[in-house]
């Protein structure tokens, strides 16, 4: 059965480095999500991205992260300078031709933690 | 701000025994509801979904829509050991966005 698939699984880094977290999505699915959830607490969303453009951000999704879709398999998410409140799980999700409103499946997660 | 409530529990169900989990939600303009299961340190794991008013059967799982009352529930019949989870009740609105519950832990106890 296709699934989403994510990269690193776990990821270290140092307050103020770059991260980019990296994500499969399923072969024939349209839309693409981030969402993330710090320990404890709820699933957040993140963005949304349809035809190679955000389709929507939350007010999380600051200056400081980008996604992009650089071919037709990876779809990847930036933080660019982090910071200790990024320490979260990351989830990739996608969802086929139903429509923006059609399942989400979702990835393993990156366990991403800033020190 | 828009929002989707669940008890947090958790909520301790013998083996056997039905588990019945309950939803409100706020946005009216949510299109369908998504319950997931997640274990601890794991992702979100479809169950079912539901975007009509009445119930929706799958296997042991029953998913019931009430959008006039803005309430949505999962039931778990038959509950066994590995139903033990933390369920996530979600609504998506018309651009995708899923917005989630906090999720009812649920406890199976042999």
């Known amino acids: 059965e296709p699934e989403v698939t994510q990269t690193p699984s776990h990821q270290v880094t140092q307050m103020g480095q770059e991260v980019i977290l990296r994500c499969v999505p399923i072969?024939?699915?349209?839309?693409f999500y981030w969402y993330r959830q710090i320990l404890g607490q709820k699933v957040e969303f993140l963005v949304s991205?349809?035809?190679?453009?955000?389709?929507?951000k939350s007010e999380i999704f600051d200056d400081q992260f980008s996604v992009e879709r650089p071919d037709g398999s990876n779809f990847t998410l930036k933080i660019r300078s982090t910071k200790l409140e990024d320490s979260a799980m990351y989830f990739c999700?996608?969802?086929?031709?139903?429509?923006?409103?059609?399942?989400?499946?979702f990835g393993p997660g990156t366990r991403l933690t800033v020190l | 701000q828009k929002e989707v409530e669940q008890n947090s529990g958790p909520l301790s169900v013998p083996e056997g025994a039905i588990a019945s989990l309950n939803c409100t939600y706020s946005?009216?303009?949510?299109?369908?509801f998504f319950w997931y299961r997640q274990y601890s340190g794991k992702s979100p794991e479809l169950i079912m979904f539901?975007?009509?008013?009445g119930d929706k059967e799958d296997g042991r799982f029953t998913a019931q829509l009430n959008k006039a009352s803005q309430y949505v529930s999962l039931l778990i019949r038959d509950s066994q050991p590995s139903d033990s989870a933390t369920y996530l009740c979600?609504?998506?609105?018309?651009?995708?966005?899923?917005?989630f519950g906090a999720g009812t832990q649920v406890v199976v106890t042999p």
């Open positions: 999700a996608s969802s086929g031709i139903g429509g923006r409103t059609d399942t989400q499946y």
């Open positions: 979600a609504g998506v609105d018309s651009w995708g966005k899923l917005q």
């Open positions: 991205f349809y035809n190679n453009e955000i389709s929507e």
């Open positions: 946005d009216r303009g949510s299109q369908s």
């Open positions: 072969s024939n699915h349209l839309y």
């Open positions: 539901i975007y009509s008013n």
